[in-house]
Antibody
Framework: DVQLVESGGGLVQAGGSLRLSCAAS????????MNWVRQAPGKGLEWVSH????????YSADSVKGRFTVSRDNAKNSLYLQMHSLRAEDTAVYYC????????????WGPGTLVTVSS | DIQMTQFPSTLSASVGDRVTITCRAS??????LAWYQQKPGKAPNLLIY???SLESGVPSRFSGSGSETEFNLTISSLQPDDFATYYC?????????FGQGTRVEIK
């Protein structure tokens, strides 16, 4: 079975940094594009970042561009999100999600990890 | 940037009802649209991709239609397990934008 498990969330002060990880199992990780999606408390879903299967191509939402960096280690079946200059509005549950195909919808999601930024 | 607008934002319905949720894109996205169901405290679950293709394992009472700028998600006969929030998502551009969500609640 496909499994995605996020970790690394927690409480951080505004202006601080945090690195999220997503451990993947149950599928051939190197074959799939991956994404980060977040959801602020009581709010809707917001796509954050996308990375190609090789890791050579990334895209990010304007709201995080220049502050967040997505990366992956295909040898470790892991996805990462490095977050800098965190703001109160970055407080959210962060999900990693597998791309169904090339630049496609998201067919498997992790349970999420909560990031709280205190101001 | 493409904007995705869903309506209604809340829908009250009874078990057995046929319900339809609409999603409108600010510009043409062909058929690059997905629908997700999310229950409180849980991750979203993919229901429909490419506007009308049913994801494996999803009950056939869910269906999607539309193209270009207007899309619908229909539940043919609402079941107790279907009370949740539904989101559309475009993936025509490199932005994967979600709609704001439609909460389906018990009437």
């Amino acid at each position: 079975d496909v499994q995605l498990v996020e970790s690394g969330g927690g409480l951080v002060q505004a202006g601080g940094s945090l690195r999220l990880s997503c451990a993947a199992s149950g599928f051939i990780f190197i074959n799939f594009e991956m994404n980060w999606v977040r959801q602020a408390p009581g709010k809707g879903l917001e796509w954050v970042s996308h990375i190609s299967s090789s890791g050579r191509t990334t895209y990010s939402a304007d709201s995080v561009k220049g502050r967040f960096t997505v990366s992956r280690d295909n040898a470790k079946n892991s996805l990462y999100l490095q977050m800098h200059s965190l703001r109160a509005e970055d407080t959210a549950v962060y999900y990693c999600a597998r791309g169904r195909g090339t630049e496609d919808s998201f067919d498997n999601w992790g349970p999420g990890t909560l990031v709280t930024v205190s101001s | 940037d493409i904007q995705m607008t869903q309506f209604p934002s809340t829908l009250s319905a009874s078990v057995g009802d046929r319900v339809t949720i609409t999603c409108r894109a600010s510009q043409s996205i062909s058929y690059w649209l997905a629908w997700y169901q999310q229950k409180p405290g849980k991750a979203p679950n993919l229901l429909i991709y490419k506007a009308s293709s049913l994801e494996s394992g999803v009950p056939s009472r869910f269906s999607g239609s539309g193209s270009e700028t207007e899309f619908n998600l229909t539940i043919s006969s609402l079941q107790p397990d279907d009370f949740a929030t539904y989101y559309c998502q475009e993936y025509n551009t490199y932005s994967w934008t979600f709609g704001q969500g439609t909460r389906v609640e018990i009437k």
